[in-house]
């Protein structure tokens, strides 16, 4: 039988999200294996890794909110807006420069809709190509500005001034598409400083977090696939995320074809439907400013 669920990965560093794909298709045995939204080479923490009829889920859990824990160092400036590129600006910061409740003053204002401008160092499209592409042929490009969503934005520890810069931590809940680094940058503009992130981890992706999330190693040292899945949440349980609705018997066939719902009472964009006898049929979507829905994938578990 064909491996299916979403197993939390806990990612370790100096592997891409690629990788760690490459290595659990072997683990487990097959070719359906996807991951939902990448993170860089040296940040670690929670990577939802989709299995066999999962993988139908993948862009689902993509688009969810993310939650990030990351040092942010004021007083040096860096090419990728990370701690992993050569310095490209520095300037002094000596104690007195700010306070803490300047710093927490800062990320009030940093919370909300903002608007951000992906690193060159990327993988956002820019023409059809990716702005790392660019910027490894040292060509500039306009890049895309966009706005993105940071739900919650606070320090987590003190502020710790030395070697000329000063470094503390924060905690990030944010929605699609934010880049960490670049906020990191935009905290340090706002004090005046040139600024990058030189630590990040992601603690969790929609409900997943940490707690559930199980290291490469760790997989690597099961024997059996039979075994690695009992570290996979089934595909039952996962789907149990989205609100859900019932459909009786005579309209079964018309759901398992694809059919257009009208007049849908649920408020939610995203719903499973299901049949009298509790299985999964599809995954419907909501059209904007409607009461219709239309299929975005059909789900049958049975």
């Known amino acids: 039988m064909e491996p299916t669920g979403v197993l939390i990965l806990d990612k370790d560093a100096g592997m891409t999200s690629h990788d760690c794909v490459f290595k659990l298709r072997k683990l487990f045995q097959t070719k359906k294996v996807g991951h939902t939204g990448t993170l860089d ?12 009829r999962a993988t ?6 993509t688009d969810e909110g993310k939650r990030y824990v990351a040092e942010v160092t004021i007083g040096t400036a860096t090419m990728t807006e990370d701690a992993h590129s050569e310095v490209v600006e520095a300037r002094v910061v000596e104690s007195a420069a700010f306070t803490a409740a300047d710093v927490d003053l800062i990320l009030e204002t940093l919370t909300g809709t903002i608007e951000q401008v992906p690193p060159y160092y990327s993988a956002v499209k820019v023409n059809g190509k990716k702005l790392y592409e660019y910027a490894r042929k040292g060509q ?24 000329d810069v000063c470094r503390f931590r924060i905690e990030v809940d944010c929605g699609k598409g934010t880049f960490i680094r670049t906020l990191a940058v935009q905290i ?17 992706s929609g409900s ?8 490469l190693e760790t997989l690597m040292a099961i024997e059996t696939v039979e075994e690695r899945m ?9 789907i149990k995320r989205w609100p859900s609705m019932t459909i009786p018997a005579n309209r079964e066939r018309y759901i398992r074809n694809g059919g257009k719902l009208n007049d849908v009472s ?7 439907v299901y049949n009298e006898e509790g299985i999964p049929l599809a995954l419907y979507r ?3 400013g409607t009461t219709d829905a239309t299929v975005e994938v059909m789900l049958t578990i049975d």
């Open 41 to 52: 080479p040296e940040v670690t923490g929670v990577l939802p890794i989709c299995l066999g």
């Open 266 to 272: 649920l408020e939610f964009e995203l719903f499973t």
């Open 140 to 163: 500039t490009v306009e890049r895309p500005r966009r706005m993105v969503d940071i739900h919650q934005l606070v320090r987590t520890s003190d502020l710790t001034f030395g070697d």
């Open 230 to 238: 009992q570290s996979v949440i089934p595909l039952e349980e996962v």
């Open 286 to 288: 909501r059209l904007d």
């Open 208 to 215: 997943f977090d940490e707690t559930a999330a199980v290291r």
């Open 188 to 204: 340090g503009e706002r004090l005046g400083f040139p600024a990058h992130m030189s630590d990040l981890r992601r603690t969790k």
């Open 56 to 61: 139908k889920l993948s862009r689902f859990l």
